[in-house]
């Protein structure tokens, strides 16, 4: 076992890393772009039914399993899991997107601020940052839906509180390396304000790891709404949602009807899994340590 590992090390060069590399970056940006292509075109793919409407479905045949007329089969209620798979991906867009955007719009500048300006203001973010940074984020999540309800927005504020902490801890110490260089220095000579400075300046030397960041907190949001979906937080009743169609179609189970949990299940696990490639394969390319540790 060990000849076969050292083997493998010999034969996977710097060139093959790269190679490698470069394949799984382009399979989780393929597969991220299928899905965003699924939510965009979703009203024109889907096979038939009015998806939030409960009166709707209940003239449609239940439990029928996948066939030429039903690609992915109906659910206990009527519905057309094809269809509902295909909304839950554009639900599933609009959460995460929202919540990351969010979590960058509060993360970044306050991350910005507490490097460039330091003493006191920095102690107490870093410390307020740090408290919920420790959270799980799911438990986090969970516990703020509780709060602010179901709904696109109010899922999307429970997910990016669990996300700030993330871009502002990154940012903050890109900040506080950045601030002492010369150019800095030469621009607060010159009096340059501390808003020219930060937007000027220090910006785009300080968020070269937030795309890599939002990539891999989309991944992490996904799989968290489809747990609050599953537990009954995550969007309104009849709204097409992975988790939620996950927990519906539990009962479902035991009497050998597979279609209507297996079908969501396997998108969330692609959705995340292509944004998890894409958001590594960017770090191999965009944060100069991960290459010389990686490639050499």
Do not use: C
Request: charged residues 10%.
């Amino acid at each position: 076992m060990a000849t076969q590992s050292r083997s493998f090390l010999r034969w996977l060069t710097p060139q093959r890393k790269l190679t490698i590399s470069i394949a799984f970056m382009w399979m989780g940006l393929a597969i991220t772009l299928f899905f965003v292509l699924a939510a965009v075109f979703a009203p024109l793919l889907q096979s038939w039914g009015l998806l939030q409407d409960p009166m709707a479905a209940i003239e449609n045949p239940i439990h029928q399993p996948p066939s030429a007329e039903y690609w992915f089969g109906t659910s206990r209620q009527g519905y057309d899991i094809f269809s509902r798979t295909l909304f839950g991906t554009r639900a599933a867009w609009q959460v995460v997107v929202l919540a990351t955007l969010m979590s960058v719009v509060v993360g970044v500048p306050l991350g910005m601020l507490s490097g460039y300006l330091g003493g006191r203001l920095d102690r107490g973010l870093l410390f307020f940052m740090d408290t919920i940074y420790t959270l799980p984020g799911l438990l986090l999540s969970v516990t703020l839906a509780f709060v602010v309800g179901r709904g696109v927005v109010n899922a999307a504020i429970a997910l990016s509180i669990a996300y700030i902490p993330q871009y502002y801890r990154v940012v903050r110490n890109h900040t506080v390396s950045v601030k002492t260089e010369l150019f800095i220095e030469a621009a607060q000579a010159m009096g340059a304000s501390t808003w020219t400075v930060l937007s000027r300046y220090l910006f785009l030397n300080v968020v070269q790891s937030v795309p890599v960041l939002f990539t891999l907190n989309a991944a992490d949001a996904v799989l968290i709404l489809g747990g609050l979906g599953f537990l009954g937080l995550g969007l309104p009743e009849q709204t097409p949602e992975w988790g939620a169609d996950i927990r519906q179609a539990l009962d479902a189970l035991p009497t050998g009807i597979w279609w209507t949990a297996l079908f969501p299940g396997l998108a969330l696990t692609l959705m995340v899994t292509g944004l998890s490639l894409l958001g590594e394969g960017l770090n191999e390319f965009i944060n100069p340590l991960m290459r010389r540790e990686n490639w050499k």
